[in-house]
């Protein structure tokens, strides 16, 4: 995937960077199609020749030296003016023009949360404590920490009860207890894991099978795979034992800029570090970890800060100063390279693994750096959101050019100052150029992921209603339904979060988050809410304002001998006795809840009704349906419309002899005819809205009159 810096995408001669060498060889363009390629501005204006000079290679880094030749064409120029006006506009001197085109296809991503098994008392202490204060599966697996005490009393949470290593199962059980006596600053824990260095590749000690859930992140490509072949830059880094000391730096440096990137049609914007000030200051030779740092180091590197080790560091540093020069100096291309856009080389150092809670607007609470293939989580607190963002570290080997000794013929009788392929020519100038690498780490965003841990919930209970005959109380039985569904094509309906009160809205946004959405009855200990109305819902929401109780039953069991303490079980079934008016109607609705209070969705309502007689009670129990919302509209479709008024002549009255009596004209359009077989004849004048012609429509109506009532006593 071709990669090219946003300003070095160029669209026409007057936006390039460089004017001398879009004119040479060009730069990368959009295509009709708005895909990135190749484009030459060349002008026809003149000619060029490219001469290599010395390169220099008494400095660290070695810079190479090019001259280049230009002829102009003469034809295109009036005079001398005209051409050091050319000249001096298309060459810019004294200005650095950067190109760090490469090609790099982003590894893939890929996330996933897993929920292993319940553990109540832990998951209970997470809503408690902060984020950066819970077991550390990458700290409890570091297979060097016997050899760092402050990663082994922070992953273990060690107190001065300790005589032997804990297993991972007593850490579980004994965290509140543990934070409470730990041995150092509790609020030291959190901020030493605000940045971790993940620079150890080895197999780890435990797994995460033992942890109640965690979240995974792998990454499809391994930055330490083949990198003695492929990624000699980090293979220095490893075995000079650099890692530290650069990633730190990463951390530390406020230096960088923002740099845009175009790939195809898109962009991406990031930080660009200039890695060859980092690695040449003295930081390369110094270390010292922050009080808000814990680095995971390799076995022969955990020590580096013992005296012994000075010596040894100091003599790596020179020795990875020596392969950092011979691995630019082979990477940095020459002028022609840089003018035909050819790419440069580029070598992936690790991952930055940002991590935030509740929301992106802050600081993160946690960062990563790691140069594996693959990131652990299992800090999470039950209930809250995380956000992860992934970044990669990627070193480009780039350059940088600068032009400087412009000379220009000033008239047609000068001859050139120096030998060159042009000699006695009429328009003529050149130019030096310096190439210097432009080694930069970028640092750009691959990934973001959004997790939470959260239980999710059982299917709506199986609910059993009875009574006895000589007891006005209604009795609910409850069972929780563990079976699955499945539609009619065969695939599996999971249970969805109930999103009925308030409360419930967060938590029906985290469950999409967390992982697989399958019910796992570890986390259901059969509580169960009870909704009550007394008038019919009309639908379910309706049940949200009338909450009647939660059943939690629980069972002691005693032990066999008196020396041991009776222990309480939650019972997966639940039962309730309602006292209710007889002979009345109740609505019922139920749900489940998981352990941590997920909500399941609300059964169908029960229309109830405890009937009392003479000598016992008994209940009617009916399935309730919620009535069907009729909101009907009715709309009947017209091609035209006609508007019928009538001819207000012919609306006549009179009055009889009495003033207060009025009569129908014989000559009004609805005066009845003088005998009941009289038909009259209406003329309906139609009349053209667009063209004015006139019709006439008579229609006849034939009146009988209906005699039925005209006798009172016959009805």
């Known amino acids: 995937?071709?990669?090219?810096?946003?300003?070095?995408?160029?669209?026409?001669?007057?936006?390039?960077?460089?004017?001398?060498?879009?004119?040479?060889?060009?730069?990368?363009?959009?295509?009709?199609?708005?895909?990135?390629?190749?484009?030459?501005?060349?002008?026809?204006?003149?000619?060029?020749?490219?001469?290599?000079?010395?390169?220099?290679?008494?400095?660290?880094?070695?810079?190479?030296?090019?001259?280049?030749?230009?002829?102009g064409t003469e034809?295109?120029?009036?005079?001398?003016?005209?051409?050091?006006?050319?000249?001096t506009q298309t060459i810019s001197t004294g200005r650095q023009f950067l190109d760090h085109t490469f090609d790099f296809t982003p590894p893939t991503v890929t996330n996933s949360f897993h929920k292993n098994f319940h553990h109540p008392q832990?998951?209970?202490?997470?809503?408690?404590?902060?984020?950066?204060?819970?077991?550390?599966?990458?700290?409890?697996?570091?297979?060097?920490?016997?050899?760092?005490?402050?990663?082994?009393?922070?992953?273990?949470?060690?107190?001065?009860?300790?005589?032997?290593?804990?297993?991972?199962?007593?850490?579980?059980?004994?965290?509140?207890?543990?934070?409470?006596?730990?041995?150092?600053?509790?609020?030291?824990?959190?901020?030493?894991?605000?940045?971790?260095?993940?620079?150890?590749?080895?197999?780890?000690?435990?797994?995460?099978?033992?942890?109640?859930?965690?979240?995974?992140?792998?990454?499809?490509?391994?930055?330490?795979?083949?990198?003695?072949?492929?990624?000699?830059?980090?293979?220095?880094?490893?075995?000079?034992?650099?890692?530290?000391?650069?990633?730190?730096?990463?951390?530390?440096?406020?230096?960088?800029?923002?740099?845009?990137?175009?790939i195809g049609q898109d962009q991406i914007s990031g930080k660009i570090y200039n890695a060859i000030n980092l690695l040449t200051s003295t930081s390369i030779n110094r270390f010292t970890e922050a009080s808000d740092e814990l680095f995971l180091l390799r076995e022969n590197d955990v020590n580096h800060s013992d005296s012994s080790e000075r010596f040894v560091n100091q003599i790596n540093s020179v020795r990875f100063l020596a392969e950092m020069r011979t691995t630019i100096n082979q990477a940095s291309r020459s002028l022609e390279e840089i003018y035909g856009s050819q790419t440069c080389k580029t070598s992936l150092i690790g991952y930055k693994i940002e991590k935030y809670l509740d929301n992106d607007a802050t600081n993160p609470i946690q960062t990563y750096y790691t140069t594996s293939n693959n990131f652990v989580d299992t800090q999470l607190k039950h209930g809250r959101r995380y956000i992860y963002k992934t970044k990669v570290l990627l070193g480009i080997f780039g350059s940088s050019y600068s032009y400087s000794n412009l000379v220009v013929a000033q008239s047609e009788a000068e001859p050139t100052t120096s030998p060159s392929p042009y000699m006695g020519e009429k328009y003529w100038a050149h130019v030096d150029v310096e190439v210097r690498p432009s080694f930069q780490i970028l640092e750009y965003e691959i990934d973001?992921?959004?997790?939470?841990?959260?239980?999710?919930?059982?299917?709506?209970?199986?609910?059993?209603?009875?009574?006895?005959?000589?007891?006005?109380?209604?009795?609910?039985?409850?069972?929780?339904?563990?079976?699955?569904?499945?539609?009619?094509?065969?695939?599996?309906?999971?249970?969805?979060?109930?999103?009925?009160?308030?409360?419930?809205?967060?938590?029906?946004?985290?469950?999409?988050?967390?992982?697989?959405?399958?019910?796992?009855?570890?986390?259901?200990?059969?509580?169960?809410?009870?909704?009550?109305?007394?008038?019919?819902?009309?639908?379910?929401?309706?049940?949200?304002n009338y909450y009647l109780t939660t059943i939690d039953d629980q069972t002691g069991i005693i032990r066999p001998t008196q020396n041991m303490a009776a222990e309480v079980y939650d019972n997966m079934n639940g039962h309730f006795a309602d006292r209710i008016i007889p002979?009345?109607?109740?609505?019922?609705?139920?749900?489940?809840?998981?352990?941590?209070?997920?909500?399941?969705?609300?059964?169908?309502?029960?229309?109830?009704?405890?009937?009392?007689?003479?000598?016992?009670?008994?209940?009617?129990?009916?399935?309730?349906?919620?009535?069907?919302?009729?909101?009907?509209?009715?709309?009947?479709?017209a091609k035209r419309l006609i508007r019928i008024v009538p001819n207000i002549e012919r609306l006549l009255f009179s009055d009889e002899t009495d003033s207060n009596s009025w009569q129908l004209d014989e000559g009004s359009l609805v005066a009845n005819g003088a005998g009941l077989n009289d038909n009259r004849t209406f003329k309906i004048r139609v009349t053209s809205k667009h063209t004015g012609k006139k019709m006439d429509i008579n229609v006849t109506f034939k009146l009988?009159?209906?005699?039925?009532?005209?006798?009172?006593q016959q009805n």
């Not at 959405?517 to 639908?539: K, L, S």
């Open 1 to 71: 995937m071709l990669v090219v810096d946003t300003e070095n995408v160029v669209s026409s001669l007057e936006t390039a960077p460089d004017r001398l060498r879009a004119q040479i060889y060009g730069y990368y363009g959009p295509n009709d199609q708005g895909q990135i390629s190749g484009r030459i501005f060349d002008q026809d204006q003149f000619d060029n020749e490219i001469e290599t000079l010395t390169t220099n290679e008494q400095v660290l880094i070695p810079i190479k030296k090019n001259r280049i030749h230009i002829k």
């Open 583 to 637: 002979n009345q109607k109740y609505y019922y609705a139920f749900r489940t809840l998981t352990y941590h209070g997920t909500p399941s969705e609300l059964t169908h309502p029960f229309e109830i009704e405890l009937q009392r007689d003479s000598d016992e009670f008994k209940i009617n129990v009916k399935e309730y349906h919620y009535p069907e919302q009729k909101d009907y509209s009715f709309q009947k479709s």
């Open 75 to 87: 034809s295109r120029f009036r005079d001398h003016t005209q051409w050091n006006e050319f000249i």
């Open 122 to 262: 832990y998951e209970d202490a997470t809503k408690t404590f902060p984020s950066n204060q819970l077991l550390n599966f990458n700290l409890i697996s570091y297979p060097h920490k016997d050899n760092v005490e402050k990663v082994r009393n922070i992953g273990e949470l060690r107190t001065e009860f300790d005589l032997t290593d804990p297993s991972i199962n007593r850490l579980f059980d004994e965290f509140s207890n543990r934070i409470t006596n730990y041995t150092g600053s509790v609020g030291e824990i959190a901020t030493k894991q605000r940045n971790i260095f993940d620079l150890e590749p080895s197999e780890t000690a435990a797994s995460t099978s033992d942890f109640p859930y965690y979240y995974e992140k792998e990454f499809g490509i391994n930055p330490r795979g083949l990198f003695q072949v492929i990624n000699p830059f980090l293979r220095s880094l490893v075995l000079m034992k650099k890692e530290k000391n650069l990633f730190q730096m990463l951390k530390k440096d406020l230096s960088f800029s923002n740099r845009s990137f175009t």
């Open 448 to 544: 973001r992921h959004e997790a939470a841990f959260v239980d999710f919930p059982t299917l709506p209970p199986h609910v059993e209603f009875y009574n006895r005959k000589d007891e006005g109380l209604l009795q609910m039985y409850f069972r929780p339904r563990f079976f699955s569904m499945s539609n009619t094509q065969g695939e599996p309906v999971l249970a969805s979060v109930g999103n009925l009160r308030p409360s419930d809205a967060n938590i029906a946004a985290l469950a999409p988050l967390s992982g697989e959405q399958i019910a796992n009855p570890d986390y259901f200990t059969g509580i169960y809410e009870i909704y009550r109305m007394e008038n019919p819902p009309q639908r379910k929401e309706d049940f949200s």
């Open 704 to 712: 009988k009159k209906d005699d039925s009532f005209t006798n009172p």
